[in-house]
């Protein structure tokens, strides 16, 4: 670095060995921001320069106070902060920046925009040369420099000049007629699809939109052909029917179907090793996200839609991983796109899923924990609406189920990234009892001491370990179960070699037996153990647990007193109070002579009653 010294202002925020993206934070980052700015000890020529401030994805209000924060930094002979931004001129911004410099940018693009219409119309309209000057002079004009209108409008006046003989009057009209707001220039755009195309429309609008990956010419027309099946059957077969020799240039066959049905509102753009699919601009993905653009597309079957994009990606993702792995697997983005299609719809896929064969459902030779039932994934995947629609056809389906329901939602918290116990409390309060998974409990324990010898206390803040722990102990966990018998109900070799209960051979272990295992353990039973400063927040993470179990009356078996005074001191250290904890788990002995005196004058008592 040029200005080392600079290292000092931030030093605090970042002082870890190892830091990963969750410690990345945006107050963090503001902050240190903040602290480089307002120093005074390195010289600071800087200028911002911020492109579409009205494409930001948060509150615009935090964007203007953002700036206006800058913008508050006093100039110094040494200092100097600049800011150029540019925007639509929405009322936000206009009304915060009033005071400050500015200029319309479609004043200084005109030349552009005649250029651009040149080089694009001059060989598809047959006009004369003051007809044709006088053409291109009034799309700059109605444009106001906006491009994106530009490219729509001269492609919509090619297309009817190549499929119908237009006179000046017709072709100023047609003009005229096109909207300068792009918002009404798309919805135009829309109605002007045949009303048999308007359900391809919609999907493939709402797969691009929703979809949080780019999709490839392949993915999109897959997607888009899951959009109406209902079952997993229909799904596969419309899948099955694509791969044949017809459909080998799927690039092709978007950017046709693109015009047909999108009326050129999407596109196929270069990547660097495939090509992706797109909407032509974020103005376009702002109005396909528009509560209105379903009524606005659909018409009167808007009423009796209720899926979207978020549900075609399921459809599609779930029967594409069948169909590539053999079995349904519980992957990250088919996850979200489930519990999206929940929340964003209000109804869940529970038809679907149930139509998907039971021997698509659970790996072969499967663990313990893997997923042997549409009910099994919806758990693990943290669909809520799939479990309560389930209950009203079968109110009992809880009760009468042998999955480790409970251990589904902590296994596969990477998948939910959410709280665990919103799931715990309902599969808990609609019938599933502790008994039926004894695991559970255990589940979260390696959680929290995997996290502190592995990952790192950043990656399990979310889940709210004590809490999920805290609702098990209210639906009767007992604080004492142990360990290794209850790993040991399954055979050992269908366990991970990486699991520390899989490995432990020195007899039975309680609970916080395994939360006090220290770093030495960490490395027996291959965990990577992490720097010292990076495991701040997960060693609090593992003392709240340590204080919740034994103030439910939990007690250590094997662990010796060696170690848990370690633990406590290092407790100490980072500034957690242990008084209370160590008198529960480290109480005062008494001496021989203490417990003589105390037994003779127990006896003595019981003589005089």
């Known amino acids: 670095s040029e200005h080392p010294s600079l290292y000092t202002l931030i030093q605090s925020l970042f002082d870890k060995k190892s830091l990963t993206s969750e410690d990345w934070t945006l107050p963090t980052l503001r902050k240190a921001l903040y602290n480089i700015l307002w120093q005074d000890k390195v010289p600071l020529y800087l200028c911002f320069f911020l492109d579409a401030l009205d494409e930001y994805d948060g509150r615009l209000e935090f964007i203007c106070q953002f700036l206006k924060d800058l913008g508050a930094i006093p100039p110094k002979p040494t200092k100097r902060i600049k800011v150029c931004f540019s925007s639509r001129p929405w009322d936000i911004f206009v009304n915060a920046f009033q005071d400050c410099g500015g200029f319309r940018i479609h004043d200084f693009t005109k030349e552009d925009v005649m250029n651009y219409c040149l080089g694009s119309i001059s060989q598809e309209i047959p006009l004369d040369a003051i007809e044709f000057q006088n053409l291109i002079l009034n799309i700059v004009t109605r444009s106001r420099g906006v491009f994106i209108w530009v490219k729509l409008v001269v492609q919509d006046l090619g297309r009817a000049m190549r499929t119908t003989t237009m006179s000046k009057e017709q ?97 196929v753009v270069s990547g660097s090793s495939t090509l992706y699919i797109q909407v032509l ?77 039971n021997s698509f459902l659970g790996r072969p030779l499967a663990l313990r924990f893997e997923v042997a039932t549409p009910l099994g994934y919806a758990v693990s995947a943290g669909l809520h609406l799939y479990v309560i629609e389930s209950l009203a056809d079968n109110p009992n389906l809880l009760r009468e189920s042998n999955e480790a329901l409970l251990s589904y939602v902590v296994i596969h918290r990477h998948q939910i990234h959410k709280d665990l116990v919103p799931m715990h409390k309902l599969l808990l309060g609609r019938g599933f009892r502790i008994a039926q998974d004894p695991t559970a409990f255990i589940k979260l324990v390696e959680t929290i001491w995997s996290a502190t010898y592995h990952f790192g206390g950043s990656a399990i803040r979310s889940l709210n370990i004590h809490s999920a722990a805290e609702n098990l102990f209210n639906h009767g966990q007992d604080p004492n179960v142990t360990v290794i018998q209850n790993y040991y109900e399954v055979p050992s070799q269908q366990f991970s070699m990486r699991s520390p209960a899989a490995l432990l051979d020195f007899g039975n272990m309680t609970p916080l037996d395994y939360l006090f295992l220290d770093r030495e353990h960490a490395r027996i039973f291959g965990y990577r153990p992490t720097p010292e400063g990076y495991i701040h927040q997960s060693y609090e993470a593992q003392y709240n647990l340590i204080c919740l179990i034994s103030a439910r009356g939990g007690v250590t078996n094997k662990t010796r007193a060696k170690l848990i005074r370690q633990s406590l001191n290092l407790f100490s250290a980072i500034g957690l109070p242990i008084k209370d904890l160590q008198a529960r788990l480290m109480p005062p002995r008494k001496s021989p002579v203490q417990t003589i005196k105390s037994k003779l004058k127990d006896v003595v008592s019981r003589l005089t009653c």
Request: charged letters at 30%; one cysteine or more.
């Open 171 to 267: 072709m100023e009209r047609l003009l005229e007629s096109y909207p300068t707001e792009l918002g009404s220039f798309y919805a135009e755009i829309i109605n002007r699809i045949p009303r048999v195309y308007k359900w391809k429309t919609y999907a493939m609008l709402e797969i691009l939109v929703r979809s949080r990956d780019p999709l490839t010419p392949e993915d999109l027309i897959r997607a888009v052909e899951c959009s109406r099946c209902n079952t997993y059957k229909d799904s596969r077969d419309s899948l099955d029917r694509l791969y044949g020799p017809h459909t080998e240039d799927f690039s092709d066959l978007v950017s046709q179907e693109s015009r047909r049905y999108c009326g050129g509102l999407i596109e």
């Open 281 to 357: 601009h974020q103005t376009v993905e702002d109005f396909v996200s528009d509560p209105e653009f379903k009524q606005t597309v659909l018409g009167d079957q808007a009423r009796i839609t209720v899926e979207n994009g978020n549900t075609f990606l399921t459809k599609y993702d779930l029967t594409d991983d069948i169909r590539r792995d053999g079995f349904l697997t519980v992957s990250y983005l088919t996850t979200f796109y489930t519990r999206a299609a929940e929340q964003t719809s209000g109804r869940s896929i529970k038809d679907f899923l149930n139509s998907i064969p």
